[in-house]
């Protein structure tokens, strides 16, 4: 069986097709159409990714989050700091990227978020519909840390 990619190394592969492609379509088309276009193509991508992810026995919508946490923290890719792990709650801050500090490296850190932390909301719509997920801040986007708070939605919620 081969050996799967990890997330890290998937998105620097699909970084070194996309950013040059999307370079040319933001001459071509202006910065805000072209980046409208991906972030739109991204985030359906994401949530498919993520209805794929959510499948499975557990009920829990945070036992999903905390069961798929590692394969986008392998190969060293995030640091993470628990904050919070309750019945819940799942909270984490990201203390180091490595997704931003590659897209630092190819000099592009702007499309970094467009990339890579714009999946993240619709990523967990897809994981489960009782999934909120709130973050406010990014290493991508400047900040110290990116701070990822999952809750379970209640039950008067979810309609």
């Keep these: 069986m081969p050996q799967q990619l990890s997330i890290l190394e998937q998105r620097k592969i699909e970084a070194r097709v996309l950013v040059p492609i999307i370079q040319a379509f933001a001459r ?13 193509a991204i985030v359906d991508i ?3 990714h993520g209805a794929e992810l959510g499948k499975g026995p557990r009920s829990n919508p945070l036992d ?40 630092k490296e190819m000099g592009v850190p702007e499309l970094g978020f467009l990339l890579s932390c714009n999946r993240d909301f619709a990523l967990s719509e897809g994981i489960s519909p009782d999934l909120e997920l709130r973050r406010t801040q990014t290493i991508m986007e400047g900040a110290t840390c990116c701070d990822f708070r999952f809750r379970r939605k209640a039950a008067k919620e979810r309609d």
């Design 28 to 40: 071509e088309f202006g910065e805000e159409r072209a980046h409208a276009i991906v972030r739109d």
């Design 46 to 48: 994401a949530r498919q």
């Design 64 to 103: 999903k989050v905390k069961e798929i946490v590692p394969v986008f923290t392998s190969d060293d890719a995030l640091e993470l700091d628990v904050v919070d792990d309750s019945e819940q709650t799942y909270a984490f801050d990201v203390i180091r990227c490595r997704f931003a500090e590659f897209y």
